[in-house]
Structure formats: structure tokens, C-alpha cells
């Protein structure tokens, strides 16, 4: 197999893990909706994928990096998914985190027309406007990532991972795998470097998880039977 087919393999299981990383969520949303509370879950790891998704969606643009349709459509999806949850949470929580999903959302879009205008005025040439979108995609990533840490102080004083999002972490480490795997092929500094930090945050997470996970019904029962 050529590197070419090995890069297109790994980018089109990227482009699936991000979709899986997108749905992951659903089985915390429907917990929420189930107990109508969001209990101690926070808002800022779909904050976060919000700004990502927008970021990557305006990177797709035909005046940014022409051709590039996929990614648009993927982001779009992701987009959708992630507003959807925020209505979910802003349904079922109190008006701290709802105060705070109004003023973070209206920040993202103001960021994201600041963006918009910058590199439309400020930048004439598609390679000009990609890199400099490529870069801020890969912080905002970097962002996304790390947002499922919130919680990091909670989860190690408590020391239950009960609210750290179980799926999503997984999610979040499978995609930085595959990203990071196409960057080596592909060598991309953007995609490289982000999702580096990416994976590494999310392995973190998993850490964490493993450390602090409560224990099944069948381990506390074995360990009942051992006692």
C-alpha cells in the first residue's frame, strides 16, 4: 500500500472518529433528561466543541481552503449535535450555568465574525487565510481537548469520576489518535502539534477515569464475596 492510500485511509477514520466524538455525549444527555438535572455535568466541553466546529467549518469555506467540502459537512453536523445538547443543559439547569452559556455562546460568535473579518481584510491569498485559520482551529481543538478537565479538581477530591464524561474522553483519545497518525503521514505542523496536545489531555483523562471509576455492580459484589 502507498503512503498516499495510507493517508487517505487514516484521514477518512479521523473524519469517523470525529463524528463518534460528536455523538459521544448522547448517554450523558440522556441521563440529564431522564433525572431532569444536570447534576454536577458542566456546560464547557460542548462549549468548547462549538467554537472548534465553527472554526473548522469557516476553515472549509471556498474563500479559505477551497475544496474542502467534507470537512464542512462534518463540522456541521458536529455543530448541530453539540447546540443541540447546550439546549438540553441550559433546559435543565439553574441560571449560574445558564447565564454562562448565554455570555460564553455570544463571545464564540463575536470571536468567530472577528476571525471572519480579520483574515477576509487583513489576509488576500487562500495559503494566507488557511494557515492562519489552521492555527486557531488547532488552539480552539487544544481547547475542546482539555475542556472534559473542568471537572479535574472534583473528580480527584471526591475521587469519583462519576462526572467525568466516560464516552467522551474515549472519543476525545481515539480522535487525537487517528489526527495525529494522518499528521505523521501528511506532515502537518497544525494538525500534528494540536492534536499531540489533544491526545495527551485526553489520555490524562482516561487516567483519571481509571484511577477514580466507581466500581461495577459485579466487582462490588465480588469484593463483597471476598470479604
Same mark, same amino acid.
Given at each position: 500500500?502507498?503512503?498516499?492510500?495510507?493517508?487517505?485511509?487514516?484521514?477518512? %477514520?479521523?473524519? &469517523?472518529?470525529?463524528?463518534? %466524538?460528536?455523538?459521544?455525549?448522547?448517554?450523558?444527555?440522556?441521563?440529564i433528561?431522564?433525572?431532569?438535572?444536570?447534576?454536577e455535568?458542566?456546560?464547557?466541553?460542548y462549549?468548547?466543541?462549538? +467554537?472548534?466546529?465553527?472554526?473548522?467549518?469557516?476553515?472549509?469555506?471556498?474563500?479559505?481552503?477551497?475544496?474542502?467540502?467534507?470537512?464542512?459537512?462534518?463540522?456541521?453536523?458536529?455543530?448541530?449535535?453539540?447546540?443541540?445538547?447546550?439546549?438540553?443543559?441550559?433546559?435543565?439547569? @439553574?441560571?449560574?450555568?445558564?447565564?454562562?452559556?448565554?455570555?460564553? %455562546?455570544l463571545?464564540?460568535?463575536?470571536?468567530?465574525?472577528?476571525?471572519?473579518?480579520?483574515?477576509?481584510? @487583513?489576509?488576500?491569498?487562500?495559503?494566507?487565510?488557511?494557515?492562519?485559520?489552521? &492555527?486557531?482551529?488547532?488552539?480552539?481543538?487544544?481547547l475542546?481537548?482539555?475542556?472534559?478537565?473542568?471537572? +479535574?479538581? =472534583?473528580?480527584? =477530591?471526591?475521587?469519583?469520576?462519576?462526572?467525568?464524561?466516560?464516552?467522551?474522553?474515549?472519543?476525545?483519545?481515539?480522535?487525537?489518535v487517528c489526527?495525529?497518525?494522518?499528521?505523521?503521514? =501528511?506532515?502537518?505542523?497544525?494538525?500534528?502539534v494540536?492534536?499531540?496536545? @489533544?491526545t495527551? %489531555?485526553?489520555?490524562?483523562?482516561?487516567?483519571?477515569?481509571? &484511577?477514580?471509576?466507581?466500581?461495577?455492580?459485579?466487582?462490588?459484589?465480588? +469484593?463483597?464475596?471476598?470479604?
Amino acid at each position: 500500500m502507498s503512503l498516499d492510500h495510507i493517508r487517505h485511509s487514516v484521514g477518512i %477514520l479521523g473524519k &469517523i472518529s470525529s463524528v463518534f %466524538l460528536f455523538a459521544s455525549p448522547m448517554p450523558t444527555f440522556k441521563r440529564i433528561i431522564k433525572n431532569k438535572s444536570v447534576e454536577e455535568f458542566h456546560p464547557y466541553p460542548y462549549l468548547a466543541a462549538v +467554537m472548534n466546529c465553527m472554526v473548522w467549518i469557516y476553515y472549509g469555506m471556498l474563500f479559505v481552503h477551497p475544496y474542502s467540502i467534507l470537512l464542512v459537512i462534518i463540522n456541521s453536523v458536529g455543530l448541530f449535535f453539540h447546540l443541540s445538547y447546550l439546549s438540553i443543559f441550559f433546559c435543565y439547569t @439553574g441560571k449560574r450555568y445558564r447565564l454562562e452559556i448565554v455570555v460564553i %455562546l455570544l463571545a464564540e460568535i463575536v470571536g468567530v465574525a472577528a476571525i471572519i473579518a480579520g483574515t477576509m481584510l @487583513g489576509l488576500h491569498t487562500y495559503a494566507s487565510r488557511s494557515m492562519v485559520v489552521k &492555527i486557531l482551529a488547532a488552539f480552539f481543538g487544544i481547547l475542546m481537548y482539555a475542556s472534559p478537565l473542568s471537572i +479535574m479538581l =472534583k473528580v480527584i =477530591k471526591t475521587k469519583s469520576a462519576e462526572f467525568l464524561p466516560k464516552l467522551l474522553c474515549i472519543a476525545g483519545f481515539l480522535n487525537g489518535v487517528c489526527w495525529l497518525i494522518y499528521a505523521r503521514y =501528511k506532515f502537518d505542523p497544525y494538525i500534528l502539534v494540536g492534536n499531540g496536545v @489533544g491526545t495527551l %489531555l485526553a489520555y490524562v483523562q482516561l487516567v483519571l477515569l481509571h &484511577i477514580y471509576q466507581k466500581p461495577s455492580i459485579v466487582d462490588r459484589s465480588h +469484593m463483597q464475596g471476598r470479604s
